[in-house]
């Protein structure tokens, strides 16, 4: 990495930059299940600037750009409110640079201040790197989801992974 690598959570100001890192993010078409962006930047400036122990934005910022986004989510039911849903991105040119592991870091760092045990994510078969970075940090399969994505070019099956993070019981 030549520049300087921000990660910090995201700031209402960060909406635009967000928007145009996730519209290229979808128009690859392979990692995500959107495959259009229809959420105007003022619903990024929303959420961002909401701060609760139920769901984080985290970005990571090179040279002022924004080059990845993490989100953890929290679940609101009560017997599974010790559990987060987390989905994470990085820019194509930026990958293979550990930028997601940074983001990954953080994010495990923010789910274990507010008390989140278990981080749970979906991610399609093909998207090797991913797996690969999930799983240096624990993530373990549990299950997989046949033809789970309806997409413009066909169906994907979802593997879901999952890690603890809480204290062993």
Known sequence: MGETLEIRPAKPSDARAFLEFWTAIVAEERFVRSEEVDVPARAYRRRFRQRSRLETHIVALEGGRLVGHVN?????????????????????????????????EEAIAWSKRVGIEKLVLSVYPHNEAAISLYRSFGFLDE????RHSRKSYGYEDEILMAVWIGSEA
Request: no cysteine.
């Open 72 to 104: 953890v989510q929290r679940e609101r039911h009560p017997v599974t409110h010790h559990v987060a849903s987390l989905s994470i991105a990085v820019a194509a040119d930026a990958r293979g640079r550990g930028i997601g592991r940074r983001l990954m």
């Open 143 to 146: 299950g997989r989801l046949a």
